[in-house]
């Protein structure tokens, strides 16, 4: 028997009737589930293993708030390539506060993961790691995209891991802080990412600083703003600082030892439930605070509240590098606080899509072609600038002088680019390239004369044709003469010949003395005082600065009363002072580096033997390194490359090979911003460049003396590197090379107490446990290492100086160096 199924109309029409009055309610139940599923999708929490992929309109990791989100950006110029990076959600203007890998951008087909053990990692679609957070102890258990903007990798137990917070990019935000260390660096343009010219850095003394550095090298130029946050050791009125903070109100200040607050920002910047808030490093170098209201749609825009430095265009003046602007540039001030930049007329963007970047004449400027060109008067204008100055690229200043003769000159010399005249009465000639242009309207209507060539073009001589005869004018003289010569009496020529001949003689004896005059100095365009000028300056020699084995170092003003001098006071019982001083002012005077002191002159009256140095405010780097507080690990580490370059400079860049022969902390001096100036070549031996090596008596100073000296072989520059590679050392440490009077008998002998350290992996005791220096335990490693090659016995060993900087700056792999003392070890 076959059952067969018959469905009831009654009850058929029950559950039609029942699931139409069941379905509203089951809708409205999914209207209210559906917001608590997307929050809990949305809670900012990411598991392991969650990635996301670098595509056109990709997905992103979400703060709870929606207001901060986590992803691939692609960037402008080339929608292929995508940054990593952390971004304001709700803002339809996309504001980037954070990225990852701004020198290397992401393919389109990356993809970011978040692994158990890594952390997050960034792939490119041939699988190649792009990046991946700092190494870390622990296993990480999920992320979190804070409502802050802060993205965390944490652990099971809630243990932070890693944040973004701790490695900022160009922005910081509210709630983030600031350490002793930290950095924040620029981009290099609006859209490009590139680690950029500019970094904030509260230094571990407490001073918040901004500075330019050397791309593409990590050399930081002196700051161009500091916050004075710093111990005040005269009065102790003041603490240093010790964070850099943003509070969650939009406040900005740098919070002391003390507890009490320096603000930063100048600006009202109103409640957080109103606006965003970050504070940026822009690429240009101003660090900007800065608000957006909330809620806005698409009419609102971020607001400057408050800038550092107050005015870029002046404070940003550097003695390396070109300034906030590019070589030969102007900058001016905007509204904003930010700067423009610009060409002055006749010269263009050398980089048209860098509108910061240098600028180039458009036209041809030289002595050579200046020479060449015809006619030759009459080749050049002046474009007339008010209130701009270029203040560090003048190599001459003329005072008194006229506005008239001021433009004459610059236009008489082939070697002036533009010339500056104010004050009334000073005319200063500068070449190119012209650094740190800028307005500056407190130059009270000072006038810059920019030369321009009228017509870019001249004649070079055609090597196919001949030389051409002297000019008709010349050969008719010389007739002129021989007819006179032939046609007059005897008596007469013989008169006219002996007066020839006497001018010729007086003539040459004039030039040869003036050649043979103080060993060449008078050519070398120093000022040549007087005794009694220089007795004046000093007031009869009263105040010492310093005194080593060959003359006296003395304080003077000169007679204007604005340029103080350091006057050396040759000691005449001294055989080899002649020799000594004749040294001194050809080497020096010869030279020109921002890490060598500068000889402005000399005098030489009988026994009377002078030279005249420019004076540097902050004493010897021995008064420095080995004196009550110790100086910073920044400092130190660009002191030890100021002196690097200084050397490399003696040793392959001039005309003339200098090796210095007395490397030691005494010799070298530190200017207002505390750079290394190389002083005192009273013992420099001199070499040709086509002569590598040199013979000659012991030279020095005990501690620092090469090995050869001792063992009669060939002086070289590498005398100079094992000088250098103690020093290096004293620099690492803060103490002397050689302290007998030590606790422990190892320790007396620096280079060997550090090479025993270094062997042992105790380089903590080496520096007793200097925190700043641990905590780049990194470049201490390498400055230590490399030390220990310069200081190598045998000099064959030693690297010149050219490697010495490129190992320093990592730039080249640093081998492990052999024992520095085979022989004695």
Not at 480 to 487: F, N, P
Not at 590 to 609: A, I, M, P
Not at 754 to 762: I, K, L, M, R, V
Not at 798 to 805: L, N, S, Y
Request: with cysteine.
């Amino acid at each position: 028997m076959r059952l067969v199924h018959r469905s009831c109309p009654i009850a058929g029409a029950q559950f039609i009737l029942g699931m139409a009055f069941l379905l509203p309610h089951l809708l409205v139940s999914l209207l209210i589930l559906l917001p608590i599923s997307a929050v809990a999708q949305n809670n900012g929490n990411i598991t392991v293993g969650s990635s996301l992929s670098a595509t056109d309109n990709s997905s992103s990791w979400l703060s709870p708030s929606g207001d901060f989100a986590f992803g691939f950006s692609p960037l402008n110029e080339n929608n292929d390539l995508f940054l990593l990076s952390i971004w304001f959600a709700t803002i339809p203007d996309k504001t980037i506060v954070w990225y990852a890998n701004g020198d290397k951008p992401a393919p389109r087909g990356s993809k970011v993961e978040l692994t158990a053990d890594r952390g997050l990692v960034l792939t490119s679609p041939q699988d190649e790691e792009l990046w991946k957070i700092d190494t870390f102890i622990g296993t990480v258990a999920y992320g979190v995209m804070s409502n802050t903007g802060n993205f965390v990798v944490e652990d099971s137990s809630f243990n932070k891991l890693w944040e973004s917070f701790r490695h900022p990019a160009d922005t910081l935000l509210p709630a983030q802080i600031m350490e002793k260390g930290g950095v924040v660096s620029s981009r290099q343009s609006e859209t490009n990412f590139s680690e950029g010219r500019f970094q904030l850095r509260l230094l571990q003394d407490g001073n918040l600083v901004l500075n330019s550095i050397n791309l593409p090298t990590t050399y930081a130029n002196e700051a161009y703003y500091r916050s004075g946050t710093v111990a005040d050791s005269a009065s102790n009125s003041s603490s240093p600082g010790r964070q850099l903070v943003f509070n969650e109100s939009g406040n900005i200040y740098i919070l002391r030892e003390n507890d009490q607050q320096f603000p930063l920002a100048r600006g009202k910047a109103g409640s957080a439930d109103d606006f965003y808030f970050r504070a940026t490093l822009n690429f240009d170098g101003v660090f900007t605070l800065y608000s957006h209201p909330r809620n806005s749609g698409s009419n609102g825009s971020w607001t400057p509240l408050g800038y550092e430095p107050e005015n870029i265009c002046l404070d940003s003046t550097t003695s390396s590098g070109s300034g906030v602007c590019g070589y030969n540039s102007i900058c001016a001030l905007k509204a904003d606080g930010r700067p423009m930049c610009q060409c002055p007329k006749g010269y263009s963007l050398l980089d048209p899509d860098d509108r910061y970047g240098s600028c180039k004449p458009d036209f041809i400027q030289g002595c050579e072609e200046d020479e060449l060109s015809s006619p030759r008067e009459d080749l050049y204008t002046f474009e007339v600038l008010t209130n701009t100055d270029w203040p560090l690229s003048d190599y001459v200043l003329l005072k008194p002088y006229t506005e008239e003769l001021c433009r004459n000159s610059c236009m008489e010399d082939c070697m002036c680019a533009v010339a500056i005249f104010r004050l009334g009465d000073s005319c200063w000639k500068k070449k190119l390239p012209l650094s740190n242009g800028r307005v500056d309207v407190g130059l009270n209507n000072g006038k810059a004369f920019i030369k321009i060539r009228k017509h870019n073009n001249f004649t070079l001589p055609d090597p196919r044709f001949p030389v051409p005869e002297p000019k008709k004018n010349d050969r008719d003289n010389l007739i002129v003469i021989g007819s006179v010569l032939l046609g007059g009496s005897v008596f007469v020529n013989v008169i006219l010949i002996g007066a020839i001949c006497l001018g010729f003689f007086l003539i040459y004896h004039k030039k040869f003395q003036k050649i043979t005059t103080n060993g060449g100095a008078v050519d070398m365009n120093l000022r040549c005082f007087t005794y009694k000028e220089l007795v004046e300056a000093t007031d009869g020699f009263k105040e010492e600065l310093g005194k080593g084995a060959f003359g006296v170092v003395y304080k003077g003003v000169k007679q204007t009363g604005s340029t103080v001098l350091a006057v050396k006071k040759l000691i005449n019982p001294f055989q080899d002072t002649e020799r000594e001083f004749k040294t001194e002012v050809n080497v020096i005077g010869q030279t020109h580096h921002k890490n060598l002191v500068r000889l402005l002159g000399f005098c030489d009256e009988g026994q009377h033997r002078l030279l005249v140095y420019e004076f540097l405010s902050n004493g010897t780097l021995a008064d420095f390194l080995f004196g009550d507080l110790k100086p910073s690990w920044n400092q130190r580490i660009q002191i030890a490359m100021g002196i690097a370059r200084g050397l490399l400079y003696l040793h392959e860049e001039c005309s003339t090979q200098i090796i210095h022969c007395d490397i030691k902390p005494q010799n070298i001096l530190l200017d207002d911003y505390y750079n290394a100036r190389i002083s005192d070549f009273g013992l420099a031996k001199l070499l040709r460049m086509d002569q590598s090596r040199t013979l000659t008596g012991i030279r020095g100073t005990k501690g620092y003396v090469a090995p050869e000296w001792f063992r009669h072989m060939a002086i070289t520059t590498k005398v100079d590197v094992y000088s250098y590679g103690v020093m290096l050392l004293e620099i690492i440490c803060c103490r002397r090379s050689v302290e007998m009077d030590a606790c422990e008998e190892e320790r007396a002998i620096l280079t060997d107490w550090a090479y025993d350290c270094y062997q042992e992996e105790t380089l903590d005791a080496l520096v007793e446990y200097d925190e700043q220096a641990l905590d780049d335990r990194k470049n201490l490693e390498r400055f230590v290492t490399v030390a220990f090659w310069c200081i190598q016995e045998d000099p064959s060993l030693r690297p010149t100086m050219r490697r010495v900087i490129q190992m320093l700056e990592g730039v080249v792999e640093v081998l492990i160096p052999p024992c520095p003392f085979p022989f004695t070890k």
